[in-house]
Protein backbone atom coordinates (compact mmCIF):
# COMPACT_ATOMS: atom_id res chain seq x y z
CA UNK A 1 0.00 0.00 0.00
CA UNK A 2 3.02 2.49 0.63
CA UNK A 3 4.25 1.77 -2.45
CA UNK A 4 1.19 2.32 -4.09
CA UNK A 5 0.88 5.67 -3.02
CA UNK A 6 4.53 6.75 -3.13
CA UNK A 7 3.75 5.90 -7.22
CA UNK A 8 0.23 8.08 -6.94
CA UNK A 9 2.13 10.89 -5.34
CA UNK A 10 4.72 10.83 -8.01
CA UNK A 11 1.77 10.84 -10.52
CA UNK A 12 0.25 13.78 -9.13
CA UNK A 13 3.57 15.42 -8.95
CA UNK A 14 3.92 15.18 -12.53
CA UNK A 15 0.40 16.40 -12.87
CA UNK A 16 1.25 19.50 -10.76
CA UNK A 17 4.20 20.40 -13.04
CA UNK A 18 1.91 20.21 -16.20
CA UNK A 19 -0.79 22.59 -14.65
CA UNK A 20 2.22 25.06 -13.48
CA UNK A 21 3.63 25.04 -17.58
CA UNK A 22 -0.33 26.32 -17.98
CA UNK A 23 -0.39 28.45 -15.66
CA UNK A 24 2.71 30.16 -16.27
CA UNK A 25 1.97 30.48 -19.84
CA UNK A 26 -1.67 31.75 -19.28
CA UNK A 27 0.52 34.62 -16.82
CA UNK A 28 2.91 35.99 -19.55
CA UNK A 29 1.39 38.08 -22.43
CA UNK A 30 3.57 39.84 -25.21
CA UNK A 31 2.41 42.64 -26.60
CA UNK A 32 4.27 43.91 -30.42
CA UNK A 33 4.08 47.58 -30.95
CA UNK A 34 5.27 49.17 -34.32
CA UNK A 35 7.82 51.73 -34.71
CA UNK A 36 6.08 55.14 -34.81
CA UNK A 37 7.95 56.93 -37.40
CA UNK A 38 10.59 59.61 -36.39
CA UNK A 39 9.25 58.84 -32.40
CA UNK A 40 9.95 55.99 -31.00
CA UNK A 41 11.35 52.39 -32.35
CA UNK A 42 9.04 48.92 -32.59
CA UNK A 43 9.41 47.63 -28.94
CA UNK A 44 8.01 44.51 -27.26
CA UNK A 45 6.28 44.49 -23.78
CA UNK A 46 5.69 42.06 -21.61
CA UNK A 47 2.95 41.81 -18.82
CA UNK A 48 3.03 39.05 -16.12
CA UNK A 49 -0.28 38.46 -14.35
CA UNK A 50 0.62 37.99 -10.49
CA UNK A 51 -1.82 35.44 -9.73
CA UNK A 52 -1.39 32.72 -12.56
CA UNK A 53 2.28 33.43 -11.29
CA UNK A 54 2.01 33.35 -7.75
CA UNK A 55 -0.08 29.63 -8.57
CA UNK A 56 2.12 28.40 -11.01
CA UNK A 57 4.78 28.78 -8.07
CA UNK A 58 2.93 27.09 -5.65
CA UNK A 59 2.11 24.58 -8.12
CA UNK A 60 5.64 23.86 -8.62
CA UNK A 61 6.38 23.84 -4.70
CA UNK A 62 3.37 21.31 -4.40
CA UNK A 63 4.84 18.90 -6.95
CA UNK A 64 8.77 19.21 -5.23
CA UNK A 65 6.82 17.84 -1.90
CA UNK A 66 4.95 15.28 -3.36
CA UNK A 67 7.81 14.07 -5.28
CA UNK A 68 10.57 14.05 -2.36
CA UNK A 69 7.67 12.16 -0.14
CA UNK A 70 6.41 9.93 -3.38
CA UNK A 71 9.89 8.81 -3.86
CA UNK A 72 10.32 8.43 0.06
CA UNK A 73 7.27 5.90 -0.01
CA UNK A 74 8.96 4.07 -2.87
CA UNK A 75 12.61 3.41 -1.77
CA UNK A 76 11.66 2.64 1.62
CA UNK A 77 10.90 -1.28 2.84
CA UNK A 78 9.97 -0.61 6.47
CA UNK A 79 6.93 0.29 8.01
CA UNK A 80 6.75 3.20 9.97
CA UNK A 81 6.89 3.28 13.78
CA UNK A 82 3.43 3.65 15.41
CA UNK A 83 3.53 4.43 18.49
Given at each position: ???????????????????????????????????????????????????????????????????????R???????P???
Amino acid sequence: MRKFLGWAETAVALLAVIGAVACWNAGVRTTEFPAVPDVSPAYSGTFYSGSWVALGALAVIVAGLLLVDGVRRVLTDRTPPTG
